[in-house]
């Protein structure tokens, strides 16, 4: 796994490529480990999978000898590791081992204590499918039922790409309720999120260790997470001497609610008709009552004429009816109803191919942008829904952490989506995108 800093990767809770939101995977890790100091180099990937090791024993029993079990499979997607070295995996894992802590140096800082070091994980066996490890007794219970606890999120543990930014983020994310940590002497700070590489020479002044390592972990962890972290030090004379970090966190824009009548009767009307929740809220918050109400009701007269063909969608044809502005004649509001389109000179063959398939290349685009606004939610019933109809197993969407869908499967989910939201691709829409070619938007 390469140990380059980045920017944020796709992330957060949705499916790799589709970018929702993940559902966080908080864990409790006991303070003891959280302000612990290595005493070997802490890679990235000893890091990961520490964390990993911690949560699957939270959340898992372990079996009569004391024994956690975790595939493999599933380690390596907890941590986020692409790679197939897997020998590099079982190597860190060994390693991991003989690693020996120093439990809650932060106390030091505060009074005189017992001073307590181990191995994390004294015993660990390796196989080809599976890791199992057992958990230091000195530090057992804690990590089981910790008094006091960082809420770790594992999802974004395994996007960061720096170890020590990790051990940053850790040791911020103990004060995430406090406007700022705990003070602690820049020295201390360095050796719990460094371990022993720390020791090098390089990283005795603090002005390198600054500029190497706490400005490119600030960085990433304020990309990563929700907190954000800024750097505060305290200084003796010209020398700094200890540091802390002011906590924020990143605050969602408010959206107007909705609590007139009237937008509460639409948007229950719309989700009647098939629309989710989300996009129905968001239309109430787009368009006035109005222009929802004409197309509700036009939609409404539609659903219920004995004379044509029972609707396919809906949900459907209220959103052509709202974008298009077709209105029950007579309405004050009523500016047009379905276009009756003249004549045109039939397309040949081959061009008319070519314009069905820049229109659905376009349709597949906009239900790509359309997804994205939904809910989790909605998102994962959408995608339960294609997923069920989809006869062919290459094609269907497997929501795994770190992995994107293929391209045959997103571009076959994305279509489908498409045609359940507008329905079929009919000659008055690839008249219209042909129009908007030549003379542009009329908006």
């Known amino acids: 796994m390469r140990r380059t800093s980045s920017a944020k990767t796709t992330s957060e809770g949705q499916i790799q490529l589709f970018r929702f939101p993940e ?26 999978l520490l964390s990993a090791w911690l949560k699957n024993a939270v959340e898992t029993n372990p079996d009569k000898d004391g024994w956690w079990t975790l595939a493999i499979v599933d380690l390596a997607e907890s941590i986020g590791f692409d790679s197939n070295n897997r020998d590099h995996l079982s190597t860190s894992a060994r390693e991991l081992m003989s690693i020996v802590f120093e439990w809650d140096v932060m106390a030091e800082t505060r009074r ?165 929740q989300s996009e129905a809220t968001k239309l109430a918050r787009t368009y006035g009552h109005t222009e929802l109400a ?62 069905l398939e820049a229109c659905l290349a376009q349709r597949d685009g906009e239900a790509k942008g359309y997804f994205n606004e939904l809910d989790p939610s909605e998102q994962k019933k959408m995608l339960e829904e294609y997923n069920a109809q989809q006869e062919i197993a290459s094609l269907r969407i497997k929501a795994k952490a770190g992995k994107a869908p293929g391209k045959a499967a997103t571009a076959s989910f994305f279509r489908w989506l498409s045609i359940k939201t507008w329905g079929p691709v009919t000659k008055e829409h690839m008249l219209a995108y042909a129009e908007n070619l030549v003379f542009g938007s009329k908006e």
């Open 23 to 48: 559902v966080p995977e908080h864990f409790k890790k006991p303070v003891e480990v959280v302000h612990s100091r290595p005493h070997s180099q802490m890679s990235l990937v000893h890091r990961k």
């Open 294 to 355: 004409a197309a509700i009701d036009y939609t409404r007269k539609r659903m219920g004429a004995k004379d044509l063909k029972e609707l396919g969608s809906p949900a459907a044809y209220l959103r052509r009816a709202l974008l298009e502005k077709w209105v029950p004649p007579g309405s004050k509001s009523a500016e047009k109803s379905p276009p009756k389109l003249p004549a045109k000179k039939k397309a040949a063959p081959g061009e008319q191919s070519q314009l």
């Open 112 to 276: 005189r204590s017992t001073w307590k070091a181990s191995v994390l994980f004294p015993d660990v066996e390796i196989s080809s499918g599976s890791v199992r490890y057992r958990i230091s007794t000195q530090l057992q219970e804690k990590v089981l039922s910790p008094e006091i606890y960082a809420l770790i999120d594992q999802r974004a543990i395994r996007q960061f790409r720096r170890g020590s930014s990790i051990g940053l983020y850790e040791f911020c994310i103990r004060y995430q309720k406090l406007p700022k940590t705990a003070e602690v002497p820049w020295e201390v700070l360095r050796d719990m999120i460094m371990g022993a590489s720390a020791e090098a020479k390089s990283y005795q002044q603090y002005k390198v260790f600054k500029d190497k390592v706490l400005k490119p972990g600030i960085a990433e962890v304020n990309s990563i997470v929700d907190m954000q972290i800024q750097l505060e030090e305290t200084t003796r004379g010209r020398k700094v001497v200890s540091v802390f970090f002011h906590i924020t966190h990143k605050q969602p824009a408010p959206e107007q609610e909705l609590s007139a009548p009237e937008d509460l009767a639409d948007v229950a009307a719309m989700v009647s008709m098939g629309l989710p």
